[in-house]
């Protein structure tokens, strides 16, 4: 499937989205391709949240197709997406603050057995033998972040950082093929940052493909191959960020935005 | 809207537990082999006490005061005391189950009970029944027609034996072309099928028939369709709120005017009285508003023991002359009266043995005194004669069914809310009609 | 026909009231995101201190005007004491409902244990009808649609006119950027609670009025049309709660003139699911409004 | 013995309680759908649970009149009274079907509690209206009344039993970290795969067997179903068993349950009965239950035994989740 998709994995057709008389989103077109990292950018209110949510399923568009891995999905509801493997995480890291954090990675993975109606019927022997792999795949992914300890630690008492460390393992724990980010650095630390940044290389190195908005121009830069630079709902320009940088347009757009 | 169901669940643990001590420091109870017991009797009264119906409850405890207060006033029943115990059934069945369990298991001597209305019979009936605790109710309900339960007694009509008689006080007042307004629930079940049967073979029309919500903000379109009809008369049914929003929009909306009302002696009560007053006048209340149901003479010796006995005690005094009209209390009163001298008749007051008295306490007899009070029925009983118990609402004759009733009458409001009988219609007219 | 005229006039009488009540309830939820249960028990609130001043000889607007006045301090420091600080320790909107729905029925219960379970009245109507283009109206019922016009008619001024409303509506729409320009939020959230709460009396009164005989659920009673009514005209939006308020009325009126009364109310319920099924701002409901009636 | 018939009435009411509160805690604190509409369910049960066991309405001269009469023998009835909750719990859950803000969709139950209870009471032809059912039979009139009673009892309890056994294959293991999930944050469990709106309608018909169960158990144990059983507020009365109990918690709310009763039990022992209006203690007991909520609400949300997390122990260590 992926192989007939070619080296595209993300396909954005002309989406709109208008609240009332506002168009928020207003024919937005871009592409992603397979194991880049791609950038989102723009001023305040030139929609790009819009957009991501739109991508994402959390909000659906007015008009407009969405293709991703080869399917149209722009009909799909949010957890469709994400069993395709479209996967987003929130502009403020959204924890299941009851659950514990290793709970919070585990509870991620779709299509449990111990979630069926098999396994509800059946009781645990049925299910216990995928919950220990995913036990141990949650631990693996605990120590990598380095949140082993925070294990059976209620999700709330964790600090904004975890919060989204967690949130990045849980779309992990997914197995997406595709990562949607709302401003991921957001709140973090600068050494955090750095961290997350080296995190994201990597996986992109490992094959996953990422989608990000982003405030800071910089871990763009550093980031991102090709950059999708919005203003007031449109697609302004779209490039290498050292190229947009000198873009008369883009420039423009941030001091008025 | 009766209690939360937790809170039915803690009155009922309060029970438990002392109804567990009860039965620890007592050798009293209702079924024990000794057909004897000590301390006070109690007669419970089982009615709703809270909810849209509570009005039920002050009505049918009055006359328990005064059978008892004249009761205890001849020196009891066999050296028992006896006193009233308010058991609350809230109007809903699924709280009344646990309430009156309840009471049955933690009310020391409770030998007998009265009430029980339709709201809740159906349910109540077989827990009183089942704890052998014979029972004088007051409920209309048609189903209780064929009643089969040993310990059970009704001295009052059914419900649709009331809507006929709806229906012939009309015809006779001339009022031949009637609106039915019914609140939903309220006499819409039980008076309706009698009415419609009776209304036509008396030559008269049902013009418009009309189920209103209870408690509406506003009645303004229910109205417009009434006054539309122009009918003579309205028979009615309603609470005293939705009466009063009711024909306080009808009066407003008709340039003052007011059809007559025929409604249900039930309605005799100071809360219908204070509320349809305080919105249409007193005038249209005393000179149009019928009360007809299940009725008595007020000229027998046993209504003044029981007029008198109401005005005596403190707690009845002021509902006195109201009762004075109404059939369902002078039932309880009588009721009251003829288990006691069952009691005496059995030598026991315990409900398994005295049941059977029952209808030896009310049956003609040859050679029997016919006795208006409990007092006299003890002394006849204890100079060793036969008794007719004949009370307030007349000899009373038990079909097999243990269910009897007498005549009813038209009442009128007076000015100061008590109330006064403007005519009789006889008990087989009625039962004719149906 | 002429019986359908005649109902659609009362439903305008009855949609006074409950536009009355509905503005109030919807200025309160613009202003503080709160759908506060409780309102209902505080109309019957109203409506029992209206009784207890008219049966001290207090004039019946009098009585709706010192009623409003009560209901009005009673609703600031309800909110302030009992509502402001749950919702700033997090509480959930979920957890806000039940409880307002417990606040509701504790209101109506110490209500119930303080005046009894009867009916009570305000006295006779005066009996005179007016006829209007085929309309028929009692007095009573003329004088509620005139005091509601009027005091619809004051808000817009307050809303449009003054530096408090604009600093209200600002608020309702944007609570953050309303303080980053300098508004006090907290101030402007209870001078709204005041006024919503004045509206909640005034309608409390005014139902005790025009029902002429009540109980303690007589708010409790009279809620769902109002919400129904703010949530028809798009909640947080005080003009669409007017016209909610005419619509639910004119509707459940007709429907118990030709139909059975009995599911008069029933008009009401199925005004407000259909509106949160299908389309929950509202009529006139504003894009942003939207965005706020949905999760997160 | 009448104290005996008394425990027998405890007990089934307990049993009734603790069906219900379960149920709604499956929807309410583990799943976090607020069903206002709770006790609709409840009367779903009852009502099937009646006109099941009742004969046709025909033969009864009148007393009363509603649809069916199938004279159902009575293990069928239950099961059809939990049946007709799941079914009627499913269609109000569809009032959740919109992503609408949560205290929206409580209040669109709150209503449709309203409308249904408005409906049935005007209807006297569907249920008998607002005077409802009654003379419902009793299963075991054939045997000797106290063996009956007891009977009674045991039924209740195997149902409880059943019923906790049931519960728990829904609040334990991934299943119940899945709804807790939900309830925690609907919209990150979407974005984690997890289809909300389907979980929540599975939930809301669980919930609803269970109350449908209570109901049904209820009605068969006091022979009588009518709309003043089920006025909306009686939700309230279970939904505060499971907030102080412990929203999301089994032994909680089951505690839950319990305390309610003890802390009322309390109150009507300091309360003399006033003979001018005996029904003060009941006004106390609902202001009781609303203070309790919202004292809960306040300073113990999680309850009074909260629920707890499993702990995952290392690699090859297994794992008790509940």
């Not at chain 4, 009793?138 to 009977?151: I, T």
């Amino acid at each position: 499937m992926s192989g007939d998709a070619g080296t595209v994995i993300l396909d954005v057709d002309r989406l709109e989205k208008h609240y009332g008389g506002v168009h928020a989103v207003d024919g937005v077109s871009f592409t992603v391709e397979r194991g880049s990292i791609t950038g989102l950018i723009g001023p305040n209110g030139a929609g790009k949240s819009t957009a991501l949510a739109v991508i994402g399923g959390y909000v659906s568009p007015t008009a407009g197709r969405i293709h991703f891995d080869g399917a149209d999905i722009t009909g799909y509801p949010m957890h469709a997406r994400a069993r395709v493997g479209l996967v987003r995480t929130f502009q403020m890291a959204r924890v299941f603050g009851n659950l514990t954090t290793i709970e919070n990675l585990l509870v991620a993975v779709p299509r449990q057995r111990g979630e069926s109606a098999a396994g509800i019927l059946a009781g645990k022997w049925f299910w216990r033998g995928e919950e220990r792999q995913l036990v141990e795949r949650a631990r693996a992914l605990l120590d990598t972040f380095g949140m082993s300890t925070k294990a059976d630690d209620p999700a709330r008492t964790l600090s904004g950082g975890q919060k989204r460390a967690v949130e990045i393992m849980r779309a992990l724990m997914m197995k997406p093929k595709l990562l949607l980010l709302d401003e991921p650095m957001a709140g973090l630390s600068p050494s955090l940052s750095r961290q997350l940044e080296d995190m994201l290389i990597r996986l992109a190195g490992d094959g996953l493909s990422l989608l990000l908005v982003e405030h800071e121009l910089d871990t763009v830069d550093r980031l991102c191959g090709k950059v999708v630079v919005m203003a007031q709902g449109r697609v302004l320009s779209e490039g290498r960020m050292a190229e947009l940088r000198l873009s008369r347009e883009v420039q423009d757009a941030y001091v008025i935005g | 809207m009766g209690s939360p169901r937790i809170w039915r669940f803690a009155t009922v643990m309060v029970g438990a537990t002392v109804g567990l001590s009860a039965c620890g420091s007592s050798s009293g109870g209702n079924n024990t082999t000794v057909p004897t017991q000590t301390g006070n009797i109690t007669a419970g009264v089982i009615a709703p006490f809270t909810g849209p119906a509570a009005q039920f409850g002050k009505l049918l405890s009055a006359p328990c005061f005064a059978a008892t207060d004249l009761i205890n006033q001849a020196g009891g029943i066999l050296g028992h005391q006896i006193s009233c115990s308010a058991i609350d059934d809230t109007g809903d069945a699924a709280d009344a189950v646990p309430n009156v369990t309840r009471a049955i298991a933690t009310t020391t001597n409770l030998d007998m009970t009265v009430g029980l209305e339709s709201n809740t019979a159906a349910t109540t009936v077989p827990l009183v029944n089942a704890a052998k605790i014979p029972t004088i109710t007051t409920n209309g309900l048609v189903a209780f027609t064929t009643n089969k339960l040993p310990y059970y007694w009704r001295l009052t009509p059914s419900d649709d034996a009331n809507g006929a008689a709806f229906a012939v006080w009309a015809v006779q007042k001339g009022f031949k072309n009637v609106a039915v307004v019914f609140q939903n629930g309220i006499g819409s079940e039980g008076n309706l099928p009698g009415l419609q049967s009776a209304m036509p073979k008396l030559g008269g029309t049902l013009g418009l028939q009309l189920t209103i919500p209870a408690d509406a903000a506003s009645y303004s379109s229910e109205v417009a369709r009434v006054i539309a009809a122009h009918p003579d008369a309205l028979i009615w049914s309603a609470d005293p709120q939705t009466t009063a929003t009711f024909m306080s929009e009808y009066k407003q909306l008709n340039n003052g005017s007011l059809p007559a009302m025929v409604t249900a002696t039930d309605s005799l009560t100071p809360d219908f009285f204070g509320a349809l007053t305080h919105v249409v006048g007193v005038d249209y209340v005393t000179n149009n508003v019928y009360l007809v149901g299940s009725s008595f003479s007020q000229t027998t010796a046993a209504f003044a023991t029981y007029k008198g006995a109401l005005s005596a005690d403190s707690k009845t005094s002021a509902i006195a002359d109201v009762l004075s009209a109404v059939g369902p209390p002078a039932s309880a009163y009588d009721g009251i009266n003829i288990l006691a001298l069952a009691m005496v008749m059995a030598k026991t007051t315990i409900g398994s043995y005295y049941n059977q008295f029952v209808t030896q306490v009310v049956s003609p007899k040859s050679g029997a005194v016919v006795v208006s009070d409990y007092a006299s029925g003890l002394a006849a009983l204890k100079a060793g004669k036969q008794i007719q118990y004949v009370g307030v609402i007349g000899a009373v004759v038990f079909n097999k069914y243990h269910n009897a009733a007498g005549e009813f009458a038209a009442n009128v409001f007076a000015a100061d809310g008590s109330a006064s009988r403007v005519g009789t219609i006889s008990g087989s007219k009625v039962l004719g009609l149906l | 026909m002429q019986l359908i005229i005649e109902a659609i006039g009362f439903g305008i009488a009855t949609g006074a009231v409950i536009a009355l009540g509905a503005v109030g309830f919807s200025v309160q939820f613009g202003i503080s995101n709160i759908l506060n249960i409780t309102y209902g028990s505080l109309m019957t609130l109203a409506a029992y201190v209206g009784l207890l001043l008219i049966n001290h000889g207090v004039n019946a607007w009098l009585a709706l005007v010192l009623g409003a006045v009560v209901v009005g301090v009673v609703s600031v420091v309800y909110h302030r004491a009992l509502l402001a600080p749950l919702v700033r320790r997090g509480t959930r909107a979920i957890a806000m409902v039940i409880v307002t729905v417990s606040a509701g029925i504790i209101l109506q219960y110490v209500i119930v244990s303080i005046a009894g379970p009867e009916s009570h009245s305000y006295g006779e109507q005066s009996g005179s009808t007016l006829h209007l283009i085929g309309f028929t109206l009692s007095a009573g019922q003329v004088a509620i649609i005139v005091l509601t016009a009027s005091l619809m008619l004051g808000l817009h001024l307050l809303l449009t006119r003054t530096t408090l409303g604009k600093a209200m509506r600002a608020t309702s729409s944007n609570r953050t950027l309303a303080r980053s320009c300098g508004i006090s939020t907290d101030r402007v959230s209870d001078i709204a609670w005041l006024i919503s709460g004045s509206l909640c009396g005034a309608a409390g009164v005014a139902l005790a009025i025009t029902t002429v005989s009540f109980d303690f659920s007589l708010g409790s009673l009279f809620l769902i049309p109002m919400i129904a009514a703010a949530v028809l005209g798009g909640i947080g939006q005080p003009y669409g709660a007017m016209l909610g308020g005419l619509i639910v009325g004119v509707s459940s009126e007709v429907a118990a003139a030709v139909s059975n009364p009995n599911y008069k109310d029933v008009v009401a319920f199925m005004i407000l699911i259909i509106m949160l099924l299908v389309r929950p701002r509202g009529l006139f409901g504003a894009a942003w409004s939207t965005r706020r009636l949905m999760e997160g | 013995m009448a104290w005996e018939y008394y425990l027998v009435v405890m007990l089934v009411y307990l049993g009734t309680d603790l069906l219900a509160v379960w149920g709604l805690n499956l929807e309410f604190g583990v799943s976090g759908v607020a069903n206002l509409a709770y006790i609709v369910v409840v009367a779903a049960g009852a009502y099937t649970f009646a006109i099941c066991t009742l004969g046709p309405s025909s033969g009864n001269g009148g007393f009363q009149t509603y649809i069916g009469g199938f004279t159902l023998p009575f293990p069928l009835a239950l099961l059809a009274g939990a049946l007709a909750g799941a079914v009627v719990g499913t269609l109000i859950g569809v009032t959740g079907l919109k992503r609408l803000r949560q205290d929206y969709q409580a209040v669109a139950m709150l209503v449709v509690s309203l409308m249904v209870a408005t409906v049935v009471s005007a209807d006297t032809g569907f249920l008998n209206g607002s005077a409802g059912l009654a003379l419902i039979p009793n299963p075991f009139a054939d045997l000797d009344p106290e063996v009956a009673r007891w009977a009674y009892v045991a039924v209740v309890a195997f149902c409880c039993l059943i019923g906790f056994l049931v519960l728990r294959r829904f609040t334990t293991g991934p299943i119940g970290r899945t709804l807790r999930a939900m309830r925690d944050d609907d919209t990150a469990a979407s974005a984690a795969g997890k289809n909300v709106i389907g979980l929540r309608l599975v939930v809301q018909a669980v919930g609803g067997a269970f109350g449908g169960l209570s109901g049904a158990l209820l009605a068969g144990f006091i022979g009588g179903w009518s709309p003043s059983a089920w006025v909306y507020i009686e939700t309230l009365a279970f939904l505060s068993c499971v907030i102080v109990g412990g929203m999301g918690s089994d032994r909680g709310v089951s505690l839950g349950t319990l305390i309610i009763a003890v802390l009322l039990l309390q109150g009507v022992q300091f309360l003399p009965q006033i003979s001018s209006s005996p029904g003060l203690s009941e006004d106390f007991g609902w202001i009781i239950l609303g203070a309790s909520t919202i004292i809960f609400i306040w300073f113990r949300p999680q309850g009074v035994l909260p629920e707890r997390r499993p702990r995952y122990l290392g690699k090859s260590s297994s794992h008790s989740p509940g």
